[in-house]
């Protein structure tokens, strides 16, 4: 996957330190988040809100660094793009990091690239040489490093002196859709080819829990939906859930995150009262109710005795 590249000076530029650490903390989340969705920058105004806890401080100090822009800025740099109303533009980072058409063309070359080895294997009868390599590129790209830009370029946020942001000047426009991450069946969220489809399939761990990426993709999906929040105990009562029925179906995956993730956004809570909501309680198998009852006639025989 691509990678939210930051400048080792970046602890000393002047807008890193006017933001505060509080600030930069959302900066590189956020950041992380462009470059994991291929959106060019352009941070949808929910995950900024998501990210900073409803928040509108931390958001106020990035775009008053120069950090971020909002809709209709006068930044000079031709690769700061124009957010649409409500979001915010990463401040210069198509310098620094690939766009989204150079990433999905580094992966269908790799793609297609991986296609032609396999092909070759099979008409050489000796396919296994490629699917068993340990070390092999199992992503199906292999090109998307971090960029490597020079340090010439005094534009972006967190690199360089000074910043061309203050004055007027050409601007590029653009206004792409900010993404949602998919909810395919467990091979992953991305669908490009070669992507994650020949990774090697296994049941889920036992102990598996989401990441966190993947329990503030669910709740971001519940709140474009109209969904409450599931708190700490719902989400853990999903994730027992989640991995019961993953077990006794029998169901082996490459990866889970976007399985679950769907559980999460589809879960639907009850009313409780002044108290709150609940989450229903897993239904348990059919193992779990015959040792359930042995102990109770346990129970029961041990009581008898005593009496």
Known sequence: MP?????????????????????????????????RHLTDGIVPGTVAKMYSNGSK????????AGLWHVAGHDCSHPKCLQPAPGDYAIHDYLIYNPSRRDVLVKRERAAEKKRKQRAAQ???????????????????????????????????????DTSPGDGSGTRAR???????????????RESTAGSRGRAALSPIPAD????????????????DA??????????????????????????????????????????RTEPAGPGGNV?????????????????????RM???QSG
Do not use: C
């Not at 000796?126 to 199906?140: A, M, T, V």
């Not at 598996?208 to 709740?219: F, I, K, L, Y």
């Open 122 to 160: 099979d008409a050489q009868g000796n396919r296994g040489e490629y699917d068993d390599d340990p070390h092999g590129n199992r992503e199906g790209f292999a090109e998307d490093s971090p960029a490597n830009p020079s340090r010439n370029s005094d534009g972006a946020a967190g690199h360089g």
């Open 57 to 64: 401080t931390q958001i106020a100090k990035l775009v008053t």
């Open 3 to 35: 990678w939210f590249v930051v400048d080792d000076n970046a602890d000393t530029h002047p807008k890193m330190i006017a933001a505060g650490n509080a600030a930069l903390g959302l900066w590189l989340k956020a950041g992380a988040y462009a470059s």
């Open 279 to 299: 989450v229903p309680l897993p239904v348990m198998s059919k193992s779990q109710q015959q040792l359930a009852g042995l102990d109770r006639l346990r129970e």
């Open 174 to 188: 653009g206004n792409p859709s900010p993404p949602r991450p998919s909810h395919e069946g467990g091979a992953g």
């Open 226 to 267: 109209g969904r409450e929040q599931l708190n700490a105990v719902q989400i853990a009562a999903v994730t027992r859930k989640f991995r019961q029925r993953m077990l006794d179906d029998q169901v082996q995956a490459a990866a889970w995150g976007g399985r679950w993730q769907q559980w999460a956004e589809n879960e």
């Open 302 to 304: 041990n009581g008898g």
């Open 208 to 223: 598996w829990e989401p990441s966190d990426d993947d329990v503030q993709a669910a709740q971001l999906a519940r709140t």
